[in-house]
Nanobody, 116 residues
Framework: QVQLVESGGGLVQPGGSLRLSCVAS????????MGWYRQAPGKERELVAR???????DYADSVKGRFTISRDTAKDTVFLQMNNLRPEDTAMYYC??????????WGQGTQVTIPS
């Protein structure tokens, strides 16, 4: 099992920044990818950014150039630095980890709100 705990969400004005954090615990030796998804009301959950243990990154087109995913392997933490936030970025953001199984694990989510 893998447990994920997110933090760092909040309300910021358009153009502002937030940094999300996700601390993982449990059977981490089996993890090969991690990242962030988001889900806005009435919409499907979508990929925001992900990174493999090898360092390969992948971003949604809508966040390229504004968001950056990074890892602190010593602290089993993955970050999402979000800059130049827009109202359309408003969503619940979920931390995600995938094992070689493959099995997917999800955090509880952290709310990000950008008022229009």
């Amino acid at each position: 099992q893998v447990q994920l705990v997110e933090s760092g969400g909040g309300l910021v004005q358009p153009g502002g920044s937030l940094r999300l954090s996700c601390v993982a615990s449990g059977r981490l030796f089996s993890i090969y990818a991690m990242g962030w998804y988001r889900q806005a009301p009435g919409k499907e959950r979508e990929l925001v950014a992900r990174v493999t243990v090898g360092g390969t990154t992948d971003y949604a087109d809508s966040v390229k150039g504004r968001f950056t995913i990074s890892r602190d392997t010593a602290k089993d933490t993955v970050f999402l630095q979000m800059n130049n936030l827009r109202p359309e970025d408003t969503a619940m953001y979920y931390c995600w980890h995938r094992t070689y199984g493959p099995e997917d694990y999800w955090g509880q989510g952290t709310q990000v709100t950008i008022p229009s």
